[in-house]
């Protein structure tokens, strides 16, 4: 079935752009997912990105799909200190049921 | 309130206790789950529904049952509690797979 894998740590400095990266198994995975958990909180969709598209951007954020290497990656600009969080990588697997990664933790440094 | 809400926020239990985790939506969505978050394991489906009356396994079953008989409402009961079921507890809805997920605010439980 779908494997979904990510890093567990990443640190960054204030400012700079994060880059938290994500691989899956199945492609035949339609729609990829980014979600944000602050401390103490739920699971918060943060954005989305079909198979058919390479990238996505939103803001802050940029979404890029590589369908070849199954890699997905999310790059936050100007990280604040705002963004620290847990943010999961999420794929929907052929039975439409989302497989989750482990979560990485941005780590901001001043 | 419109939104998912679970309760309690906090509970601690003694091995072998039965344990009820509520959960409450008020968007009439069809489905709801039920994952618990552990360190390095990120999420892990306990069970699923796809309607009232309607449950399914997730990846991590066993020791935990679900019921629901209204659209609304998708309890997790762990019948008798162990030490390895203390976790974070999250229960998500959505309108559709594939729909983005709306959780709740977790429950924390340790089984002593």
Known sequence: ????????????????SSV????YTDSSSTYLYWYKQEPGAGLQLLTYIFSNMDMKQDQ???????????????????????????????????NYQLIWGAGTKLIIKP | DAGITQSPRYKITETGRQVTLMCH???????????????????????YSAAADITDKGEVPDGYVVSRSKTENFPLTLES????????YFC??????????FFGPGT????L
């Open chain 1, 1 to 16: 079935g779908e494997d979904v894998e990510q890093s567990l740590f990443l640190s960054v400095r204030e400012g700079d």
């Open chain 2, 25 to 47: 939506q008020t968007w009439s969505h069809s489905y709801m789950f039920w994952y618990r978050q552990d360190l390095g394991h990120g999420l892990r489906l306990i069970y």
């Open chain 1, 60 to 94: 802050r954020l940029t979404v890029l799909l590589n369908k070849k290497d199954k890699h997905l990656s999310l790059r936050i600009a100007d990280t604040q200190t705002g963004d620290s969080a847990i943010y999961f990588c999420a794929a929907l697997d052929s």
């Open chain 1, 20 to 23: 938290i990266n994500c691989t």
């Open chain 2, 92 to 101: 998500a809805s959505t309108l559709g797979m594939g729909n983005e997920q």
């Open chain 2, 81 to 88: 509690a162990t030490r390895s079921q203390t976790s974070v």
């Open chain 2, 108 to 111: 924390r439980l340790t089984v």
